[in-house]
C-alpha cells in the first residue's frame, strides 16, 4: 500500500469559541508489547502546519506519560517563537528559534534530541542547536499518549481552552 499524506483541519472557524476537543491524539503504548523498551535517547519530530488565522499561542505536539508527567515532550509557538518543554521544563536559550507566520503558508517544523542536545529545523534550515538549558532525562519516555494541537495538562486530557 503506498504511503499517504494526511491533513487534518484544526477549528477553522475564527469566530468561535475556542474548544477543547480540536485535537489528534495517538496512543503511543499500543506499539511497545510488554518489556520492550520505550524510552530512546534520540528522537525526532517533524510537522507541518499551516495557520489559517493569527493565534498568539499556538500548540504543535504533546507527549505525556502519566498526569504527573504531562509535558514529557511539548512544542508550541507563541508569536514568531518557538519553545518547547523537555520532561517538565521549559528550555531556554534556543531565542533565534523564529519564524515569520505566513497566513495560508505551510511551515516545516523538525525537532531532534540526541543524547542532551537539541537541534530545530525550520523550512530544513538549522534555526537552534545546542545543550538543553536546564538538566534533563535520557532517554525520552514514549509509552504515553502523543496530542497534535492541545497540551495536555493530564494523561490523555485535561485540555485548556484557552
Known amino acids: 500500500m503506498p504511503d499517504k499524506i494526511r491533513v487534518f483541519a484544526m477549528q477553522l ?17 499500543d506499539h511497545f508489547k510488554e518489556g520492550e523498551i520505550s524510552e530512546f535517547p ?8 499551516r495557520p ?6 499556538e ?4 507527549v505525556a506519560t502519566s498526569d504527573q508527567d504531562n509535558d514529557v515532550l511539548h512544542m ?5 517563537h518557538h519553545g518547547f518543554y523537555y520532561n517538565g521544563v521549559r528550555q531556554y536559550g534556543f531565542l533565534n528559534m523564529t519564524n515569520d507566520i505566513g497566513l495560508h503558508e505551510w511551515s516545516h517544523y523538525c525537532h531532534n534530541f540526541h543524547h542532551g542536545e537539541y537541534r530545530a529545523y525550520i523550512h530544513g534550515e538549522l534555526a537552534a542547536k545546542g545543550p538543553f538549558s536546564v538538566p ?5 519516555p514514549l509509552k504515553g499518549i502523543i496530542t ?15
Not at 76 to 80: A, L, N, Q, T, W
Not at 136 to 140: D, E, G, Q, S, T
Request: proline share 5%; glycine share 6%.
Open 13 to 29: 472557524d475564527m469566530w468561535a469559541p475556542p474548544r477543547d476537543d480540536v485535537l489528534i491524539r495517538y496512543n503511543l503504548t
Open 42 to 49: 534520540e528522537v525526532t519530530v517533524c510537522i507541518r502546519a
Open 52 to 57: 489559517l488565522v493569527l493565534m498568539s499561542y
Open 59 to 62: 500548540s504543535h505536539i504533546s
Open 76 to 80: 508550541y509557538r507563541r508569536g514568531e
Open 136 to 140: 534533563h532525562k535520557v532517554p525520552l
Open 148 to 162: 497534535v494541537g492541545q497540551e495536555q495538562d493530564l494523561l490523555a486530557g485535561g485540555y485548556d481552552t484557552d
